[in-house]
C-alpha cells in the first residue's frame, strides 16, 4: 500500500519530530509547513552577534522519554551537553540558590519566610483540594500555605497569566506548580543532597548552538530521509476533504509564491484556535465562538548586549515577586558554558503580556529601559550601556486556564475528533502547558498510531489520556 501523504502544520519539536519518525518508519510521506525562517517554534533559536540565542530560558529536562533521549543524543553527538543548573530566586529582597539547597534555604532564607513556612506546614492537617472552590490561589493555598502562595505563587501568577489567581483554574496550580505540595517541595529540597539525589535531579541538557539546535536535528533528519520540508511556508487557509477518500487541500503562501497542498492527513501544531479560524467552511458557529474563550498569554523576549564576559555567573535569575515587571532572566552564554563569544554577553529577560496591549505595543528601547529599571531595582544593575538592545514577540507563550476553560476547549476538541483525518497536538494544539520532551513524545505517539495506512483513533485517544497527566518542568 502507498505511504498515506501526511500535511504537518508547524515546525516546532511536535512537527518535525512527527516529520522525523513518519520518515524514518515510512509510515506516512510528510511534507511539513513552517512560517518561520527556522525550525523548533518557541524552543527555537537565531544567532546574534555570534551568539546563539533562545526565545527564554530553554533546558532539555532528564525527565525526557528514554526512548526520545537516545534519539536526540543520536542526533546532536557531542554537541548535547550535560549541565548542572545554576540560578536563583529573588524572593523578598534575598536570593534563594536554584534548584533549592537546604543550607544555602537556612543562611539566605528570609526569617519571616521561613517561620511562616513552617506554621503553615504544621497547621496543614489534610491534604488535597481546597475548600474555596477549585481555582488556583486557593489549590496553592491548601496545598503549599499563605506565606508561600501571598509572598511568592499568587503574585507570580498574576505576572504570567495576566489574570487574578482567583480566576484561575486549580488546574493551572496542578499542572504548572511542580513542587504542587509540601511533600513535593521537601522531596525537591533533598534531592540536592547526596544520597537522596534522584538521577539528573539537579542538572539538564543543553545543545551547543542553542536549544532550537533538537528541533533543527530533527527537521534535517527528516528532510534526509526524504521528509518535504519546507521553511518560511505559511498556511493561511485550509479546505476540508469534499468526500470519505477526498484529500484535504491546504492553501500556503511564502516568499517565492503560492501553492495548494494534497494529503490524506492533516497533522496540525499551531494553536488549536487558528486551526478552527484557518477553515474556508464547515466549521460550525459554536466552534469558532469557544475558538473566542480560549486565550493564550503572550510574550516579549527582550536581549541586551553588553561588553563583559560576563553578567553574573547563574545560567537563571527568577523574579516571583510584583516589583518587577519581568519574571525571568537568562544569560544564554552560561547555558552551553562554551565561553565564547569573548568579551561579550547578551542577556535575555520575559517579560509576559497580552497581545496588543501597552507592553506589546512598547518599543525596543523602552523596554530596555524597562528591564534595566527592574535589574537596579534588584540589586543588579547593568555594568555598562548596551550594546544593542532587540526584541523577539510570541504570541503563544502560555495558555491560560481560565475558570471554565474546559467547556470552550472541550467543544473544540470534539469539533477536532469529528472531522476524519485530522489531527491536533503539541504545546499549542492540545493547549497544554507542555515541555519540549512532552511535545516529541506527543509527535511519536502520533506515528505510533499510524498503522498500515490508517489512523488508529481509539490508540490516540488512550494516548491522550496519558497526555493529560504531564506536569510542566521549571
Ligand atoms: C518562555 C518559555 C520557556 C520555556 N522553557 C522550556 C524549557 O526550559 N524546557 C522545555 O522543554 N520546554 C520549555 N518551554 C516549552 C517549549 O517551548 C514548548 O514545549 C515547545 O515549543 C512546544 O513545541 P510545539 O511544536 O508543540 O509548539 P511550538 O513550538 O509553538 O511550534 C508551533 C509552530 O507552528 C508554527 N506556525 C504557527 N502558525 C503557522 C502557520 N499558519 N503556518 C505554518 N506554521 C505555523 C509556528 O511558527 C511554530 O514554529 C518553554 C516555553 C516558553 C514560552
Known amino acids: 500500500m502507498a505511504e498515506p501523504r501526511v500535511l504537518i502544520l508547524g515546525g516546532g519539536?511536535?512537527?518535525?519530530?512527527?516529520?522525523?519518525?513518519?520518515?524514518?518508519?515510512?509510515?506516512?510521506?510528510?511534507?511539513?509547513?513552517?512560517?518561520?525562517?527556522?525550525?523548533?517554534?518557541?524552543?527555537?533559536?537565531?544567532?546574534?552577534?555570534?551568539?546563539?540565542?533562545?526565545?527564554?530560558?530553554?533546558?532539555?529536562?532528564?525527565?525526557?522519554?528514554?526512548?526520545?533521549?537516545?534519539?536526540?543524543?543520536?542526533?546532536?553527538?557531542?554537541?548535547?551537553?550535560?549541565?548542572?543548573?545554576?540560578?536563583?530566586?529573588?524572593?523578598?529582597?534575598?536570593?534563594?540558590?536554584?534548584?533549592?539547597?537546604?543550607?544555602?534555604?537556612?543562611?539566605?532564607?528570609?526569617?519571616?519566610?521561613?517561620?511562616?513556612?513552617?506554621?503553615?506546614?504544621?497547621?496543614?492537617k489534610l491534604p488535597g483540594r481546597a475548600s474555596d472552590g477549585d481555582t488556583f490561589e486557593s489549590v496553592i493555598r491548601a496545598n503549599l500555605g499563605s506565606t508561600i502562595?501571598?509572598?511568592?505563587?499568587?503574585?507570580?501568577?498574576?505576572?504570567?497569566?495576566?489574570?487574578?489567581?482567583?480566576?484561575?483554574?486549580?488546574?493551572?496550580?496542578?499542572?504548572?506548580?511542580?513542587?504542587?505540595?509540601?511533600?513535593?517541595?521537601?522531596?525537591?529540597?533533598?534531592?540536592?543532597?547526596?544520597?537522596?539525589?534522584?538521577?539528573?535531579?539537579?542538572?539538564?541538557?543543553?545543545?551547543?548552538?542553542?536549544?532550537?539546535?533538537?528541533?533543527?536535528?530533527?527537521?534535517?533528519?527528516?528532510?534526509?530521509?526524504?521528509?518535504?520540508?519546507?521553511?518560511?511556508?505559511?498556511?493561511?487557509?485550509?479546505?476540508?476533504?469534499?468526500?470519505?477518500?477526498?484529500?484535504?487541500?491546504?492553501?500556503?503562501?511564502s516568499a517565492s509564491g503560492s501553492e495548494v497542498l494534497e494529503a490524506e492527513y492533516l497533522w496540525s501544531t499551531i494553536p488549536v484556535t487558528l486551526l478552527a479560524r484557518a477553515m474556508a467552511s464547515g466549521v460550525p458557529a459554536e466552534v469558532l465562538a469557544a475558538a473566542e474563550r480560549v486565550t493564550y498569554r503572550s510574550m516579549i523576549l527582550i536581549y541586551l548586549q553588553l561588553s563583559v564576559e560576563q553578567f553574573t555567573e547563574y545560567d537563571a535569575h527568577y523574579f516571583p515577586g510584583a516589583n518587577t515587571r519581568i519574571t525571568r532572566l537568562s544569560e544564554p552564554k552560561n547555558y552551553s558554558a562554551l565561553g565564547r563569544p569573548k568579551g561579550t554577553t547578551i542577556l535575555c529577560a520575559e517579560l509576559p503580556c497580552a497581545l496588543g496591549d501597552d507592553v506589546w505595543s512598547m518599543s525596543d528601547a523602552e523596554l530596555g529601559r524597562l528591564l534595566a529599571d527592574d535589574l537596579a531595582g534588584c540589586g543588579l544593575p547593568l555594568p555598562v550601556q548596551p550594546t544593542a538592545v532587540f526584541t523577539r514577540r510570541l504570541p503563544q507563550a502560555y495558555p491560560i486556564y481560565l475558570m471554565g476553560y474546559e467547556e470552550p476547549l472541550a467543544r473544540l476538541e470534539r469539533w477536532v475528533e469529528s472531522v476524519p483525518r485530522l489531527l491536533s497536538y503539541g504545546r499549542q494544539g492540545l493547549f497544554q502547558h507542555d515541555n519540549t520532551h512532552h511535545a516529541l513524545a506527543m509527535a511519536y505517539g502520533a506515528v505510533d498510531c499510524m498503522q498500515s495506512g490508517a489512523f488508529d483513533a481509539a490508540r490516540w485517544s488512550e494516548l491522550r489520556k496519558v497526555y493529560a497527566k504531564h506536569v510542566v518542568e521549571d
Open 13 to 124: 519539536p511536535a512537527g518535525v519530530g512527527a516529520a522525523r519518525e513518519l520518515a524514518r518508519r515510512g509510515h506516512g510521506h510528510a511534507t511539513l509547513l513552517e512560517a518561520a525562517a527556522h525550525y523548533g517554534g518557541n524552543a527555537g533559536s537565531f544567532e546574534f552577534g555570534g551568539q546563539w540565542l533562545d526565545y527564554g530560558s530553554h533546558r532539555l529536562h532528564p525527565a525526557t522519554d528514554p526512548a526520545i533521549m537516545a534519539d536526540i543524543r543520536a542526533l546532536l553527538g557531542a554537541d548535547l551537553k550535560d549541565r548542572p543548573r545554576h540560578g536563583r530566586i529573588r524572593l523578598l529582597g534575598k536570593w534563594i540558590h536554584f534548584p533549592l539547597k537546604p543550607v544555602d534555604l537556612l543562611l539566605r532564607l528570609d526569617k519571616r519566610f521561613a517561620v511562616g513556612t513552617l506554621r503553615d506546614m504544621v497547621a496543614k
Open 149 to 253: 502562595a501571598e509572598e511568592f505563587y499568587l503574585p507570580y501568577a498574576v505576572k504570567l497569566w495576566g489574570r487574578d489567581p482567583k480566576e484561575l483554574s486549580g488546574v493551572q496550580a496542578r499542572k504548572r506548580v511542580a513542587a504542587g505540595s509540601f511533600g513535593k517541595l521537601v522531596r525537591k529540597v533533598l534531592s540536592a543532597v547526596p544520597g537522596f539525589k534522584p538521577p539528573g535531579a539537579g542538572r539538564f541538557f543543553y545543545p551547543v548552538r542553542g536549544f532550537g539546535q533538537i528541533s533543527e536535528a530533527y527537521a534535517a533528519d527528516a528532510a534526509r530521509l526524504g521528509a518535504d520540508m519546507r521553511l518560511g511556508w505559511r498556511m493561511t487557509r485550509i479546505e476540508m476533504p469534499a468526500g470519505e477518500r477526498a484529500p484535504w487541500r491546504v492553501h500556503a503562501a
